[in-house]
């Protein structure tokens, strides 16, 4: 008997250039690329994971960094079951977008899981962050995952953690 | 029954009726029924079930209620499915007996419309693929680098819907979604979800209306139409231009399929299993219109018919023609084999020019009569007559030929009778069917070859010049006859060419076919030789032994 597939629309969102589509692609096709394209408004892609008693698709919104120019479309987190914030670990002023981000999300989707990727976990020699910080936010009900989309750390488990709290 | 609850046809119970202070007509009846009415009115209600009484009037209940609105149908909906589902899962095989004659002719009218369609499609596709407009689409789809049969589709279509996606409004995920069989699609999930967010940034970055959505998105000849209901999209793709009618079409289905799924819809989870029954409605959209044949009487190719029929009335003309030379040729061949003082040695054909070598016997009829007497119709017939002046040509004779002998030098003409009779002795045998030799006989012919030459020099002091070493070729009893004479003819030349390869002169040698000569052997290997013959003008040949053991010679 085949395993019932539910669809849900999960999105990524974060400063830019902090690894959000080499975090989609590492999850999705398991590659990576140290060369670096700006996301221009959205790429979605997809991914079945299997759960214990079903099959999730997940339909995966690849949305553009934000900066000073541009902020997050709220439009595009209309209807997500899920919502990964991705920061870079070497980068302390992606730090600082994390609850302006969290509370734009929860304006639109106040009851959605998150989780928060601290990425770049291969360079963790170069990380300059407060261990503390990220431990307030999993207190918060925000797990925290440090991960590489070059080594693939933490990505799949991240993915699942997220995934299985929506269901 | 206990507990009952008598009603009036006024709708009160009797206690009710008992206790209504200021229903003068009821307090009159009491007075004058008495107590005795109320005693026969409650016997009566009590004789029936409430069951009974439904049953009496459900009938024109339902009438009633059907003719009045659809809430009843609408209400009955449900529990019927539910039913059915019940009935079905207890019970498959009862479903399957009352389906199957109802499904049988279905099906194979389905068949039947299916094969139609391939056979009319087959027809279409062939008539294209044929014509010189056919080939000049496929040279352009192939610049286009789309697939022919795309490619034809937009030629011939005023419009195609070729793909139907119903997506999710909010989330973007597809609940289902349609294709055509001519169209090559990508992943309808990405596509729905990505025009979501199309429409979600067009109306972020535009100042459009409130709840106004993208309508169309155009892509060269590819437009995608979106129409926005509730909490769904209707997504559709056409090429060509899509008339109002078609797109009212579409627009009903879309709206009869949110009727049926408005609850799914809106409950919608993320499980897609919901709008399997969906497909019907959108497979509806996939509408598609034909461009009007032009049917003038000038598009009818009545060059090429035209063309068409006079090639194969030529190509039965010359099969006629031909199968009267073949008669003819196999007449002339006939007659000239069948002439008492000709023998036929070979003939050949060319074009139409029949040439054939032959002896003649000096009683014989003159060249010129013999063509005359065959009246050949179609070919020049062409005779390379030699005369033979050693009498009548008479194969089964001429083993026998005696001719006069003039006296020859004792020693010499005995030698020449010996060999010549050695000579006539053996014959040289072949392979079924061919004009090869066998093992054996490849040997014997290298003892024929010197004991020819030996002749030969022998006659050169006889008779200078005057030898003729006669090769005749037969055939066995199989095979037709013209085909047979070919092929011992072939096999008399090739002997003589290995002859003259090996020494001997061609201008004694003389080789020719005969065919099969029924000399009464049976044994088809014997039949299939090439015996030779050794003729001097007035040196008559004896075939006994003796003479080969004047000489100490053996076979």
Redesign the interface.
């Known amino acids: 008997m085949t395993m ?6 999960v999105c990524m969102v974060g400063p830019f250039a902090v690894g959000k589509t080499s975090l989609v692609r590492r999850f999705v096709e398991s590659i990576f690329s140290d060369k670096y394209h700006t996301t221009i ?2 790429k ?3 991914k079945v994971i299997d759960l214990d008693e079903a099959q ?2 997940l ?1 995966l ?1 690849d949305i553009e960094g934000v900066d000073v120019f541009t902020d997050l ?1 709220p ?2 987190l ?4 899920g919502v990964m914030i991705a920061v870079d670990g070497t980068r302390p002023a992606t730090f600082k977008q994390i609850d302006r981000l969290i509370e734009l999300v929860n304006q639109q989707l106040p009851d959605v899981p998150k989780v928060l990727l601290v990425n770049k976990f291969d360079l963790k020699s170069e990380w300059k962050l407060e261990e503390q910080a990220l431990e307030e936010y999993a207190s918060r009900g925000i797990p925290v995952f440090r991960t590489s989309a070059k080594t693939g750390e933490a990505v799949e488990e991240a993915f699942e953690t997220l995934a299985k709290s929506i269901v | 029954m206990t507990g009952i609850s008598a009603k009036e046809p006024s709708g009160l119970t009797v206690d009710q009726i008992d206790n209504a202070p200021d229903n003068e007509y009821i307090r009159l009846r009491k007075l004058l029924l008495g107590p005795e009415y109320e005693q026969a009115i409650k016997d009566y209600i009590s004789r029936q079930s409430d069951a009974e009484r439904v049953a009496a009037v459900l009938s024109q209940a339902i009438e009633a209620a059907s003719s009045r609105d659809t809430a009843l149908g609408k209400a009955l909906a449900p529990v019927l499915n539910k039913a059915i589902h019940e009935s079905i899962s207890r019970n498959p095989s009862q479903i399957t007996t009352v389906m199957s004659p109802i499904m049988g002719p279905s099906i194979r009218k389905a068949v039947a419309t299916a094969l139609s369609d391939m056979v009319q499609s087959l027809n279409k596709v062939l008539e294209q693929s044929l014509s010189i407009r056919g080939l000049f689409w496929r040279i352009k789809a192939w610049r286009a680098g789309v697939s022919y049969g795309r490619y034809v589709m937009s030629q011939t279509l005023r419009f195609a819907v070729e793909q139907v996606l119903l997506v ?1 409004r ?5 609940l289902h979604s349609v294709v055509s069989e001519t169209t090559d699609t990508k ?1 309808p ?2 596509v729905s ?2 025009l979501t ?1 199309i429409q ?2 067009v ?2 970055s535009f100042d459009t209306a409130s709840g106004a959505d993208l309508d169309k998105v155009q892509v060269g000849d590819l437009t995608l139409h979106l129409i926005s209901g509730g909490n769904s999209v209707l997504a559709f793709a056409t090429r060509g231009t899509i008339g109002p009618a078609a797109m009212e079409q579409i627009i009903g289905h879309y709206e009869t399929l949110q009727q049926e799924f408005t609850e799914e819809i809106a409950g919608f ?5 919901a709008f399997n029954g969906a497909e019907d409605h959108l497979k509806s959209c996939l509408l598609s219109e034909q461009l009007v044949p032009k049917t003038s009487r000038q598009q009818r190719p009545w060059l090429a018919i035209a063309v068409l029929f006079m090639l194969g009335l030529a190509l039965v003309y010359n099969g006629y023609l031909g199968t009267l030379r073949t008669l003819e040729y196999e007449r002339i061949v006939e007659a000239l084999s069948s002439q008492g003082d000709y023998m036929l040695i070979s003939h050949r054909i060319e074009d139409e020019h029949i040439t054939a070598q032959m002896l003649r016997s000096v009683s014989g009829i003159p060249p010129e009569q013999l063509i005359r007497n065959i009246e050949p119709a179609f070919y020049d017939l062409q005779l390379d007559v030699r005369a033979l002046t050693f009498g009548e040509i008479d194969v089964d004779k001429l083993n026998a030929l005696e001719l006069p002998t003039p006296a020859p030098e004792p020693t010499l003409l005995e030698k020449f009778n010996a060999l010549a009779g050695l000579i006539q002795s053996q014959s040289l045998y072949f392979e079924k069917g061919t004009a090869n030799l066998s093992g054996q006989s490849i040997e014997t012919f290298q003892t024929l070859v010197s004991k020819l030459k030996n002749v030969s020099e022998i006659a050169e002091v006889l008779k200078p010049g005057q030898l003729q070493i006669m090769v005749q070729g037969y055939s066995d009893r199989v095979g037709s006859r013209i085909n047979n004479l070919a092929l011992s003819k072939e096999r008399a030349e090739h002997v003589r060419d290995m002859l003259i390869s090996n020494g001997l002169s061609a201008d004694t040698v003389i080789a020719w076919g005969l065919g099969y000569r029924d000399l009464g052997v049976e044994d088809l290997e014997w039949q299939r030789r090439v015996a030779i013959q050794v003729l001097l003008p007035g040196v008559s040949i004896n075939l006994s032994n003796s003479n080969a053991s004047k000489l100490g010679m053996q076979r």
């Open positions: 019932p597939r539910i669809s849900k629309k408004g959205v979605i892609s997809k999730m698709q339909m919104w479309r439009s595009y209309r209807g997500a079951a | 999710h909010e989330t973007g995920l597809l992943d999930e990405l979800s990505m967010a979600d940034f109306a972020d989870s993320g499980n897609r299993d």
